[in-house]
């Protein structure tokens, strides 16, 4: 299949459209899937059967409404017609059609026969869109975690602005986004302590003048199997400086983007100092100690944190958290390690995804060596009760949306051979199951042990051969609906908002 010549008819399409009125559209159809009570403006036809979708998604997603901008920014400048308008329903659906059944049509050439591989891919390039909406619970996650003295020193030394800095900048555009998809350069207003020179630093953390982003754009454009998942810099980029109508403004179709720039995306601004990667592990490890104190305070779970301890003469730390009640314990590993963008989307080359399972097994195996010295009588600050269930669980900072088969058996095979390598018995995996947990699904999960007991909870899926293969999350929803999940942190949120209306 020629990749390209297949996907020349969309970009001919795409060629006669207005760019700026393209961008409008996308950005209000992706306000409408990720944000609540949206109504689109007047000037937008939408199919009156879409508003009454379950799942609108079926339709139009934002993983191709990411796709759709790309494509816009790199090809349109057409003269805004009424036949040639994302504003009709006609023409958009049209596209959007296009776009998903040549992604079909390529894989159906080109995938070959790796069919829960392309699960995989397919899972990572969707669930972000659904489970990391722009929320104040996650921002003020974020927040809590890079607002630490050090990390906000290394951000003012890279970027000119602390971590508060930042997020009241984008506290104050995100407020701004929710009605326009532009803001107006050059500013004029300052915001309590928040100049016009500070969201210019903002601005050049978070944007690229258009002549600076299409060749860069150009340059990521994939023409056979990773058509649909190569990774564009609008993550990295997500406003857009350009010209309308005479007017410089800052173009935003896909606010969310803007969300994941500030939150996951600034550890990647922020990793190449040398000074970073131990304060931000310390600081992911912080934040699970603060959840347990917010939601344990007043429950029958008991936890302590780290502690240094000697074997003979070697200095050795314990495991960073230990949960427990009369019926089980958890031994909590944090860990800041993410899953890559070659191993979320790589199809026939499995080596990296390969790697970063190698190194979620290290973190697994370093959990029940930990236990191993807690049973010796290693912990002076813990005691085992005697036959206590023991779950090890590692707390990823992002979801690695560890589910099905592959991935399960991949991370069982790399464990079971470094469990070896440590002289450790295989059958820590059958006595002792352990788990992955990303920190949002831990924020949900320990409230309801605290009112469920931990061994139950936890037998429940990872006694179940079906349910281990899930993730927590719908297991969750599955099994404890009637438990109601609070926001443990909204208090704090309101302490960084900010209200503001740009001129």
């Known amino acids: 299949m020629d990749v390209f010549q297949e996907y020349k008819p969309i970009r001919n399409k795409i060629r006669l459209l207005e760019r700026d009125e393209a961008l409008s559209v996308i950005w209000a159809y992706c306000q409408f899937l990720q944000t609540r009570d949206f109504k689109f403006p007047t000037q937008i036809e939408v199919e009156p059967k879409f508003f009454q979708l379950d799942l609108p998604q079926k339709w139009v997603s934002e993983w191709t409404l990411e796709f759709l901008t790309k494509e816009v920014l790199l090809n349109s400048g057409g003269v805004a017609k009424k036949e040639n308008t994302l504003r009709q329903w006609k023409t958009f659906s049209t596209i959007i059609n296009a776009i998903k059944e040549l992604e079909n049509d390529i894989y159906g050439a080109l995938g070959g026969k790796n069919i829960l591989i392309e699960m995989l891919r397919i899972a990572h390039r969707q669930f972000i869109w659904q489970s990391n909406i722009p929320n104040s619970g996650a921002t ?6 890079f607002n630490r003295e050090r990390i906000s020193e290394i951000s003012a030394d890279r970027i000119g602005l602390t971590i508060p800095e930042i997020y009241a900048c984008y506290l104050a555009c995100a407020g701004h986004f929710l009605g326009r998809y532009e803001i107006q350069l050059p500013l004029k207003s300052e915001i309590k302590n928040l100049p016009p020179e500070k969201f210019e630093m903002f601005f050049s953390f978070t944007s690229k003048r258009y002549a600076e982003i299409l060749p860069i754009l150009k340059s990521e454009q994939k023409y056979d199997v990773d058509f649909a998942y190569a990774y564009t810099s609008l993550r990295a980029h997500p406003l857009i400086r350009m010209k309308i109508a005479e007017r410089e403004v800052l173009a935003c179709p896909l606010p969310t983007l803007l969300f994941w720039r500030i939150t996951g995306g600034l550890y990647y601004e922020l990793m190449a100092d040398a000074r970073f990667a131990n304060e ?8 699970v100690g603060e959840v347990l104190g917010k939601v344990c305070a007043s429950s029958k779970v008991t936890y302590v944190g780290e502690k240094e301890y000697k074997i003979g003469k070697v200095q050795k730390r314990s ?5 427990a009640d009369d019926t089980a314990t958890l031994f909590i590993e944090c860990k800041a390690k993410r899953l890559s963008w070659a191993a979320k989307v790589a199809l026939h080359d499995q080596s990296f995804l390969d790697s970063d399972i190698a190194s979620m097994a290290d973190a697994i195996v370093q959990t029940y060596k930990a236990i191993s010295d807690c049973r010796a009588g290693r912990y002076e600050h813990f005691a085992l009760k005697k036959d206590q269930k023991i779950y090890p669980m590692v707390v990823t900072l992002e979801n690695w949306h560890m589910f099905g088969p592959i991935m399960i058996q991949k991370l069982d095979d790399a464990v079971s051979v470094r469990l070896e390598k440590e002289g450790l018995p295989k059958g820590m995996l059958d006595d002792m199951p352990y788990s992955i947990w990303a920190i949002e699904e831990f924020e949900e ?32 929803v599955s099994k404890f609906a009637k438990f109601p999940l609070h926001a443990l942190f909204d208090d704090e949120y309101e302490k960084i908002g900010l209200e503001v209306v740009f001129p």
């Open 140 to 145: 003020v996650r974020y927040y809590k975690i």
């Open 280 to 287: 931000f592990g310390d600081s992911i490890q912080a934040y």
């Open 319 to 323: 495991i960073d958290w230990i949960a």
């Open 445 to 476: 999960g320990i409230q309801i042990m605290t009112e469920v007991p931990i061994h139950e909870f936890m037998i429940g899926k990872l006694g179940n051969k079906e349910m281990r293969q899930w993730e927590w999350h719908p297991y969750m």
